[in-house]
């Protein structure tokens, strides 16, 4: 009789905080965190999800507190927040009650896949890398229903960061990225930067640190549910926030 498949045992002491800051992702929440437990499940992977939840007005804290009930508190910790305080300090926020010694950060609006998490743990015990980024421009990477003034943005962008700032990294204002959780507590401790510019400061201030970077090419879908964040005061910020490292980096 053919035994039936076991799932691979990887406890080797190694755990991951993924954080997920949330602001009206009622519709996204329940698929996303359903992916991630599909995935960690089936690689064996120790992991624990934070939700920071930045008091949505649409009702997704109480959308995070029914997963909670499915999946248990030792896997959904619930970390909300009053108001709606920015990206960096959701992460300080998140890394504050994170236990894992690896922090994995990605969007909570399915524009990241979870399938790509245990490329990004491959990637890191191969190399021992610092800091593992996803990349929409290397290799079979690629962003999809994005409209050709978001994907020109976002190329343009990018192309303007690698010759100011030669970051030694391709995809500088992706946030998907898994750290080592003292790296990523050092970057915080350093990064000045808020909003669009903030996740392209991380890798900049990483490169200056002279720690590794590792790159997994991963596929970003543009969110399903609820509107893009990107307008053009991002545009304006992510500029100005553009010069500012070049100046002082």
């Known amino acids: 009789m053919a035994s039936r498949k076991s799932q691979p045992n990887r406890d080797n002491g190694d755990k991951y905080s993924i954080l997920l800051p949330t602001y009206n992702e009622r519709e996204n929440l329940p698929l996303i965190v359903w992916l991630l437990v599909k995935y960690f499940g089936e690689s064996g992977y120790n992991y624990e999800i934070i939700v920071i939840d930045d008091g949505s007005p ?14 248990g508190e030792d896997k959904i910790l619930l970390r909300p927040r009053a108001k709606k305080l920015g990206l960096g300090t959701a992460y300080i926020h998140g890394m504050k009650h994170a236990t894992g010694n690896f922090i994995i950060i990605m969007d909570a609006d399915l524009s990241h896949h979870p399938k790509f998490i245990p490329e990004f743990i491959e990637k890191q015990k191969e190399g021992n890398y610092d800091l593992v980024s996803g990349t929409r421009y290397q290799g079979n ?31 500088l204002t992706g946030s998907f990225r898994l750290y080592k959780k003292k ?3 050092s970057l915080m401790e350093r990064c000045v930067s808020k909003g669009y510019v903030f996740q392209m400061e991380m890798i900049v201030r990483a490169r200056q640190l002279n ?5 997994v090419p991963i596929s970003f879908v543009d969110r399903v549910y ?4 990107l307008g053009g005061n991002e545009i304006v910020s992510f500029v100005k ?6 100046a002082t980096t």
């Open 141 to 171: 990477g690629g962003v999809y229903g994005w409209d050709l003034r978001r994907k020109l943005i976002s190329r343009g962008a990018n192309f303007l960061t690698q010759v100011l700032l030669r970051p030694g990294a391709s995809d």
């Open 241 to 246: 926030g553009l010069l500012t490292l070049f």
């Open 226 to 229: 609820g509107e893009s964040k």
């Open 58 to 71: 649409d009702g997704t804290l109480e959308v995070a507190e029914q997963l909670q009930k499915i999946y």
């Open 211 to 215: 720690y590794t970077i590792g790159e």
């Open 183 to 185: 790296v990523l507590e």
